[in-house]
């Protein structure tokens, strides 16, 4: 039998520099969309300030959102089975900016 089957397949191979490596906290996002583009706005809410600072933006299409959802949903799982399900926030405790609850 040929090693050939056991090789995983080739691909792209994402490179990261050294600042995009060091990535980015958010603890909010923004999402918008219109027919062509889906826009998700992360930004970092601080306590005592009205703005909340976008660090990042992201635009995908449709398509790429969809597989996006699907690969969060799947990782969520993932976490879930490993550590224990993520409790939801307590009860009265205050939405983010821009939500309500």
């Known amino acids: ?8 397949a080739k691909g792209p191979r994402l490179t990261l520099d050294k600042e995009v490596g060091l990535g980015r906290y958010s603890n909010f996002v923004s999402i918008a969309h219109n027919y062509a583009e889906v ?5 970092r809410t601080l306590p005592g300030r009205e ?8 635009i995908m ?5 969809k597989q996006l959802l699907r690969a969060l949903s799947h990782n969520v799982q993932m976490y879930e089975k490993t550590f224990g399900p993520i409790p ?5 405790a ?8």
């Open 1 to 8: 039998m040929s090693d050939e089957h056991n090789k995983p």
């Open 39 to 43: 826009l998700l706005d992360f930004g």
């Open 51 to 58: 703005d909340i600072p976008v660090v990042a933006r992201i």
């Open 61 to 65: 299409n449709p398509f790429q959102a």
């Open 88 to 92: 939801e926030p307590p009860a009265g």
């Open 94 to 101: 205050p939405a983010p900016p821009g939500e309500t609850n």
